[in-house]
């Protein structure tokens, strides 16, 4: 019988973030592709659009005007999914069909005023001052009695549901905790009740050791692939000192967080020589007055993407009904980003 | 203070199938689309396409040269990503990094030989034979010793993955309860073993009564949009009979099911008046030789469309690292639909 081989036969693997596990099929990159591509967004965006709504001194829908913000601006969304309004609720005891009201507040956060950036392309300075921005944001909305959860996230890209490219992200801050939060925080929880240790720092001390699945590191964070990443090349950013929350970096963390954020976006962006697609996102405490030591910052990427600029990989029937499917093995993925450059393809010098 | 009014306000909503919560936002909806739309796959097919590898006396990429089939057509995929390969594999006892060979076996479903059929444009009866077809995989799979799960679906729509127009599915038989399906089956049996009910059962009852979910109904299935539905114009067809799976439908059944399936994908189709795509499976109870009194016989619809033909729901940031969150409510939703003719939009004498 041939010996199991992780880069050519078919296994599961484990979450122990979400206690589920995931398919691999790193043989099944090698079917060819005739499905659906992305259209590539042009990209010679001029660095003030007057038709952008993000734009410094433009005019919302809303009417009201953007001030003349110089790094970071954040405004609450428009349109937001969640608002203050407390509404009366009689909640009747139904097994079947229960329902609850949420509150919450949704804001957009504008990372530059230049219309054709992307991190990757902003200077780590610039960067620093957007975790700066989500600091504050953490702290402010978490000050809220009602509010007991911030979930800070991106969505890049069009294939993202992204409406416009002007460099921004999202908070979207609420009362409850979210069912993946709720999950990792069951997780991290029942490791740190019977190891006394972070889970992540356990599990990144282990990585650290391997090096197979490391992407980049610097002195306080590390970005790898992980062994039970589902999407083709997602990472996640651990730090290497076990803290719960954004606030609790100090100076050289926040700086070498913004520097690890530039590092692999770079090599994204340098993976297919294009703007490259994902959604992002800090998972951390909760805000909700409670002690978290159980709790260990973490960043996650997910991309879309598999084969080129334009191929993506579809979670569709199998992934939706059965279970997350990956195509090629998460070693693979991890060797290919650490062997891409640091520096950004659109500043090659030739 | 104003009263909930669950059409308007933000609020949470419990899936106790899968054990986990969602946010609805009911007056999301009204924001304006500035993003990305899909392109519609024009829809002049021929009934015979010489480069098709699925129709009928076609060769595939392999040199295997397709029967000239009438109704179904059943074969290996010839990309799977599942293998009947066993392998020598010595299990490290790591919580962190756990990791197991799984086995299986992939195969694909031709539902007619037509190339430009669709299932809400086939006639009942050549549904009943996908049916059929359907249950003798079920048997024929599920006998194997290493098959404790068979996993029946379509992607249908270039949106949803699908690389081939051609009317077809899928079905991925496994050693493994699929994730999905493990946690179904733990909220089916913790409430079989509570009740001495099917909880779906159960359900259908109460839904029956309220009435304002469902959107079609036969003496066997009914179709409605789930009162936790994710996706904007999500269904489930359920069974009104308390069966685990697909062998125990007796032929009435067998030809209602083939019925509420047609209804549901025309009332989808009539829609944006397009070829609507989704990716739809039945769930149902595993091959693993041990009986299973809690599982209930279900078939999810998956459909992204949300606001026309063009224009998608993004499961995207805040989705995938907070919770699953929808525009309109399931009951806006399930009207829009119940609403819609039940004839196909295609076949309008005007
Ligand atoms: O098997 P296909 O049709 O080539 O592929 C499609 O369905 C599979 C099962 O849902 C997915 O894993 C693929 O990402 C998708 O493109
Ligand atoms: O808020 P936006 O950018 O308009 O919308 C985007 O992000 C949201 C949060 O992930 C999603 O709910 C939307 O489906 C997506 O299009």
Not at 59 to 83: H, I, W
Not at 93 to 106: A, H, V
Not at 249 to 272: P, R
Request: aromatic share 12%; glycine share 4%; net charge negative.
């Amino acid at each position: 019988m041939t010996s199991f081989n992780p880069n050519e036969h078919p296994h599961r693997r484990y979450n122990p973030l979400l206690d589920e596990w995931i398919l691999v099929s790193p043989h099944r990159a090698k079917r060819p592709w005739q499905g659906q591509k992305e259209t590539l967004s042009e990209d010679n965006r001029p660095e003030h659009d007057a038709d952008c709504y993000l734009c410094a001194g433009n005019v919302r829908a809303n009417g009201v005007k953007n001030p003349d913000y110089t790094d970071c601006y954040v405004f609450e969304n428009d349109f937001s999914a969640l608002l203050t309004t407390e509404v009366n609720f009689e909640s009747k005891e139904q097994s079947l069909f229960q329902l609850k009201p949420e509150r919450g507040i949704n804001k957009v956060v504008c990372f530059s005023p230049k219309h054709n950036l992307t991190l990757p392309e902003m200077e780590v300075e610039a960067i620093e001052k957007v975790v700066q921005t989500w600091k504050e944001q953490y702290l402010e909305l978490g000050s809220h009695d009602f509010i007991n959860y911030v979930q800070i996230f991106e969505n890049k890209g069009s294939v993202m549901g992204c409406s416009n490219p002007h460099p921004h992200g999202q908070i979207w801050a609420q009362s409850s905790l979210p069912t993946q939060i709720e999950k990792t925080q069951k997780s991290l929880r029942a490791y740190y009740e019977k190891n006394k240790t972070s889970l992540l720092k356990d599990y990144l001390d282990q990585e650290l050791k391997q090096r197979d699945r490391i992407v980049l590191e610097n002195d306080h964070f590390a970005v790898l692939v992980p062994f039970w990443a589902t999407w083709p090349y997602e990472t996640i950013i651990i730090s290497k000192r076990h803290f719960g929350n954004i606030i609790a970096m100090g100076n050289e963390e926040t700086k070498s967080f913004a520097e690890i954020i530039k590092g692999i976006t770079v090599k994204y962006d340098n993976l297919f020589e294009t703007s490259f697609p994902y959604s992002s996102g800090i998972h951390q405490a909760p805000t909700d007055r409670v002690s978290h030591p159980e709790w260990h910052f973490h960043m996650h990427f997910y991309p879309p993407l598999l084969r080129s600029a334009t191929v993506k990989k579809f979670m569709v029937g199998y992934e939706m009904l059965g279970e997350a499917q990956r195509d090629i093995s998460p070693e693979q993925s991890a060797k290919i980003l650490r062997d891409l450059p640091n520096q950004h393809y659109k500043t090659k010098t030739t």
